[in-house]
């Protein structure tokens, strides 16, 4: 199944290093059977899209509890390819869960935010819980950073991109 993983970078850099990445928690999200089931509307692409936008707001979180890395302040998303994948509809509609590591060869492509996204990116991960519980407020925070298109990187790409970080 075709998933996306909230990294941060930090998790990119180990990703490379390593060659392989094990998701916070096991999440990722997926054009699940519920997702299809929750739009009245929409195409493959679309609901892609969905899934994608869903991983980079779980992002905004993991940069959050990651603490000062001296990286910059950008979401990424890995796209790979999982096996023995298990559907989450009771977390959301395109949650999944993956059993252990994703080599790098399963990876895909990377999004990653560019550096103009990131003074948007810190306010939206200092507002994410408080966006979570309904202020207005913090949801605009959140949505200025989502409104940034994220950059896309074949997965060899990946290490000349954190080498220009």
Same mark, same amino acid.
């Given at each position: 199944?075709?998933?996306?993983?909230?990294?941060?970078?930090?998790? %990119?850099?180990?990703?490379?290093?390593?060659?392989?990445? #094990?998701?916070?928690?096991?999440?990722?999200?997926?054009?699940? =059977?519920?997702?299809?089931?929750?739009?009245?509307?929409?195409?493959?692409?679309?609901?892609?899209?969905?899934?994608?936008?869903?991983?980079?707001?779980?992002?905004? #979180?993991?940069?959050?509890?990651?603490?000062?890395?001296?990286? =910059?302040?950008?979401?990424?998303?890995?796209?790979?390819?999982?096996?023995?994948?298990?559907?989450?509809? !009771?977390?959301?509609?395109?949650?999944?869960?993956? =059993?252990?590591?994703? =080599?790098?060869?399963?990876?895909?492509?990377?999004?990653?935010?560019?550096?103009?996204?990131?003074?948007?990116?810190?306010?939206?991960?200092?507002?994410?819980?408080?966006?979570?519980?309904? !202020?207005?407020?913090?949801?605009?925070?959140?949505?200025?950073?989502?409104?940034?298109?994220?950059?896309?990187?074949?997965?060899?790409?990946?290490?000349?991109? %954190?080498?220009?970080?």
């Amino acid at each position: 199944m075709r998933v996306f993983v909230p990294a941060t970078l930090a998790m %990119l850099q180990k990703l490379v290093a390593d060659g392989s990445l #094990r998701p916070v928690n096991g999440t990722a999200f997926a054009v699940t =059977p519920t997702l299809r089931e929750s739009y009245a509307e929409g195409d493959d692409d679309e609901l892609t899209d969905v899934a994608l936008r869903d991983a980079a707001l779980a992002s905004l #979180r993991l940069i959050g509890d990651q603490g000062d890395t001296g990286l =910059p302040n950008r979401r990424a998303v890995l796209e790979a390819d999982a096996d023995d994948v298990t559907l989450r509809p !009771d977390l959301d509609d395109a949650v999944v869960r993956i =059993p252990g590591e994703i =080599p790098i060869g399963r990876v895909i492509a990377a999004y990653v935010d560019n550096a103009a996204a990131e003074a948007a990116v810190a306010a939206a991960v200092e507002a994410v819980d408080e966006a979570d519980l309904g !202020d207005e407020d913090a949801e605009l925070t959140v949505g200025d950073a989502q409104d940034h298109d994220l950059a896309w990187y074949a997965a060899q790409e990946l290490p000349f991109l %954190l080498e220009l970080l």
